[in-house]
């Protein structure tokens, strides 16, 4: 966004409570790598220029790709500057921060929408005796006891952490609810590609049925390893990772409860992978790629077990950890701004949020499916930039006249 102003020539500053990168220096686990691709990784005038175009960077590299671009972009970051409200004010906005206050026309909300670990309520019932930590504090096994881990949420943050934990030797469970299976590689190229070539990552807010569902959908089971394998449940299954239904709720004396759902929520999951690759082959047979990689193919069904655990006693189970991969929410405490919903979301239509003059970034199916990855915010800043732009110079002859 700072980017897509500097070229309309528009005075701005960006505040940053921590470093540039703040999310992925400090709420990442360490072996984190994009499950996008690095071409894939394309910032306005900054994209991929090393020589492995389909590798997945690491979490070093990610830091260092954001970290450059805001210096060769000479980005007008102001770092530790933590904004502690935002109030509308009859010429604008007054922003306050623990670094002194800033009086602005127009504002971008890009905080993140991942600054909060969603944790259902019965979580407080976990026993004492067992850790309880958010995919946001994980970092690597070493920080878990010995002893069995109990990993809830199967989308693509839990896959990689029950695969790692699992390999460090600990038993691991797996709590599964609503989640989309995606092979990593498709007829010899990243889904990531064909999603992206077929139009699949531009489709727009304002072209989707249900937008307020779309943007509830969880990421794709996907993840960025050097071999590029798909790490579904059959994956999780084949290397010993148990697979349990969506943890429903927990009892006073510590058992965990799951629902009966597995089956049907893997079958659901077969079924949207099923119409998203349907979707694809009926695209490369469009344009002709029907005879240029691999022959169009479908993985085999999720493998459940006939009858799933309904309930599980965490500590006779030698349960040690919990951790929640269970998805995230927005942190907008310090907004003074009536412009959240019900449910604590920004009200917006594309980013244009309901108070004149105010905007959001980066927030999940924005203005495009791709919204909330990297790939996403240049399309978005873009787009916002030109409105904002209109809003400055309409205020001005507004006052003028
Ligand atoms: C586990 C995980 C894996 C991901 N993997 C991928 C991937 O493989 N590929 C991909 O494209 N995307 C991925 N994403 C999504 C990616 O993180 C987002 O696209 C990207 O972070 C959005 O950038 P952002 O700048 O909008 O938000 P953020 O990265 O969240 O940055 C928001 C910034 O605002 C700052 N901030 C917040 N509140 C305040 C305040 N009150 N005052 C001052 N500063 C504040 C924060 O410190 C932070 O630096 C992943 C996300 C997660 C959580």
């Keep these: 966004m700072s980017r897509c102003l500097a070229e309309r020539a528009i005075d701005h500053v960006v505040l940053e409570r921590g470093e540039v990168a703040h999310t992925w220096r400090t709420e990442r686990w360490d072996s984190l790598r994009l499950l996008t691709p690095n071409w894939q990784s394309r910032l306005p005038g900054f994209g991929y220029s090393g020589n492995d175009p389909d590798g997945y960077r690491t979490l070093p590299e990610v830091i260092n790709f954001i970290a450059s671009y805001a210096r060769v972009t000479g980005a007008p970051v102001r770092t530790h500057t933590t904004v502690t409200s935002l109030r509308s004010t009859e010429a604008g906005y007054l922003v306050r921060t623990d670094q002194g206050d800033w009086r602005c026309r127009a504002v971008v909300v890009a905080s993140g929408t991942c600054n909060i670990a969603r944790v259902p309520t019965f979580a407080s019932l976990v026993p004492p005796s067992i850790a309880s930590l958010t995919a946001k504090e994980y970092r690597n096994p070493n920080q878990l006891a010995d002893g069995g881990v109990l990993v809830v949420g199967a989308s693509s943050s839990g896959t990689q952490i029950a695969s790692e934990v699992h390999r460090s030797g600990r038993p691991v469970i797996l709590s599964v609810g609503e989640h989309i299976r995606a092979p990593r590689v498709y007829r010899g190229k990243d889904l990531e590609w064909w999603m992206d070539a077929a139009g699949v990552l531009d489709e727009r807010y304002d072209e989707v049925y249900d937008i307020a569902r779309a943007r509830r959908v969880p990421s794709l089971q996907l993840a960025g390893t050097p071999d590029r394998s798909t790490l ?43 119409r998203l690759l349907d979707l694809i082959d009926k695209w490369a047979q469009e344009n002709g790629l029907d005879d240029t ?45 009536p412009a959240l919903d019900r449910k604590g979301m920004m009200r917006h239509d594309g980013g244009v949020v309901c108070s004149p003059g105010m905007y959001l970034i980066g927030s999940q199916f924005l203005r495009r499916r791709k919204s909330a990855l990297i790939d996403g915010a240049g399309d978005d800043a873009h787009d916002l930039s030109v409105h904002l732009a209109s809003y400055l110079d309409n205020r001005v002859a507004r006052v003028t006249a």
């Design 293 to 337: 990689g691999e022959p169009s193919y479908r993985l085999p069904a999720t493998r459940v077990e006939a009858a799933p655990p309904l309930g599980l006693d965490l500590a006779a189970g030698n349960i040690k950890t919990i951790i929640w991969a269970t998805g995230y929410r927005p942190d907008y405490s310090w907004l003074e701004v």
């Design 232 to 274: 579904d449940l059959n994956a999780l299954t084949e290397i010993g990772v148990k697979l349990v239904g969506r943890l429903a709720g927990m009892t006073e004396d510590g058992k965990a409860q799951f629902a009966g759902s597995l089956r049907n929520m893997c079958a659901l999951s077969d079924l949207k992978m099923g």
